[in-house]
Nanobody, 131 residues
Framework: QVQLVESGGGLVQAGGSLILSCAAS???????????MGWFRQAPGKEREFVAV????????SYADSVRGRFTISRDDAKNTVYLQMNNLKPEDTAVYYC?????????????????????WGQGTQVTVSS
């Protein structure tokens, strides 16, 4: 099993920056470096949506169109941690941000998969961007 704990959320003004972290605790048999790690978000009254993903090698990040060029996903396998650097934040970025760990999908299938079909979620961290 994989347990995920997100941190780093908060209140920030539009144009500001935040760094989210997601620390993983792994049961025996799991290797963090072999997991695809993703970030999703869910705004009030909306469905959870894909934000960013980084594959096991760390060399293939992918982003939702709404955040590309502003957000950067990265990973530190030595610390079992994935990060989401968020710059130039906008009020529409306000949401609960969730971390996800996956070992079942190809990268392309993971991006297209309904969030409800994915396992291994953290509890989420609130990001609020004021205008």
């Amino acid at each position: 099993q994989v347990q995920l704990v997100e941190s780093g959320g908060g209140l920030v003004q539009a144009g500001g920056s935040l760094i989210l972290s997601c620390a993983a605790s792994l049961a025996s048999g799991f290797t963090f470096g072999m997991l695809t790690m993703g970030w999703f978000r869910q705004a009030p009254g909306k469905e959870r949506e894909f934000v960013a993903v980084i594959n096991w090698s760390g060399r293939i990040p992918s982003y939702a169109d709404s955040v590309r060029g502003r957000f950067t996903i990265s990973r530190d396998d030595a610390k079992n941690t994935v990060y989401l650097q968020m710059n130039n934040l906008k009020p529409e970025d306000t949401a609960v941000y969730y971390c996800n760990a996956d070992s079942s999908h190809s990268l392309s299938d993971y991006i297209k998969a309904p969030p409800s079909s994915l396992r291994n979620w953290g509890q989420g961290t609130q990001v609020t961007v004021s205008s």
